[in-house]
């Protein structure tokens, strides 16, 4: 069976653009997280998805960022402005059913310039 | 608030060395702890976990053990292999509370054959 899938794996953007990151959850997860990886630094908690809707977005570290999940499958992290503090790579995972096991994705390397 | 601090790596060992990576935690209420593993190109997996004190987790030769009294969670392996190379990643998600894990910077383990 198919894990979580993110897309693209790799993006360039320049300082001030707009950007979006896709994440592919497991098919039939209720749960879905998106995290932040700084170099040398663990994941970072963004956002929690139960179902469509936001149940946890505490980490989100300002208005530039905002996520959606409108079917409660596929979920889009969106980031405007880009700064270059941005740059890092960004997580997706999925779970089952909320407090489950926790699946991770790939990844999305974002490098702002 | 929560967080999690584990031994600065980089670690490196010989084939069939016992492996210890410390971990502690602070937390706020009571923790589910957890160990994953991102092996090079992968994406994060979770190695094992523990839900109580005193709770042993295990899986692939590695084990932890809850221990509230210091809080601590290390994970320990007898004999590690050139396949244990991998960046080990602490974490701590609260019961009852948030859904987010917070994970500590990581541990860099590398085998020589």
């Known amino acids: 069976g198919a894990g979580v899938s993110q897309t693209p794996s790799n993006k360039v953007t320049e300082k001030g653009k707009y950007v979006e990151l896709r994440c592919d959850p497991i098919?039939?997860?209720?749960?879905l997280y998106w995290y932040r990886q700084s170099l040398g630094q663990g994941p970072e908690f963004l956002i929690y998805?139960?179902?469509?809707?936001?149940?946890?977005d505490s980490g989100l570290p300002n208005d530039r960022f905002f996520a959606v999940r409108p079917e409660g499958s596929v979920s889009t992290l969106k980031i405007q402005r880009t700064e270059r503090g941005d740059s890092a790579v960004y997580l997706c995972?999925?779970?089952?059913?909320?407090?489950?096991?926790?699946?991770f994705g790939p990844g999305t390397r974002l490098l702002v310039l | 608030g929560n967080s999690v601090t584990q031994m600065e790596g980089p670690v490196t060992l010989s084939e069939e060395a016992f492996l210890t990576i410390n971990c502690t935690y602070t937390?706020?209420?009571?923790?589910?702890l957890f160990w994953y593993v991102q092996y090079p190109g992968e994406g994060l997996q979770l190695l094992l976990k523990?839900?109580?004190?005193?709770d042993k987790g295990s899986n692939k030769g590695f084990e932890a053990t809850y221990r509230k009294e210091t809080t601590s969670f290390h994970l320990e392996k007898g004999s590690v292999q050139v396949s244990d190379s991998a960046v080990y990643f602490c974490?701590?998600?609260?019961?009852?509370?948030?859904?987010?894990?917070?994970f500590g910077k990581g541990t860099k383990l590398t085998v020589n054959p």
């Open positions: 995972a999925s779970s089952f059913r909320a407090r489950e096991t926790q699946y």
């Open positions: 098919s039939g997860h209720t749960a």
């Open positions: 998805f139960q179902g469509t809707g936001a149940a946890d």
């Open positions: 937390a706020t209420g009571y923790p589910s």
């Open positions: 523990a839900t109580k004190a005193d």
């Open positions: 974490a701590l998600r609260i019961q009852g509370g948030s859904e987010k894990l917070v």
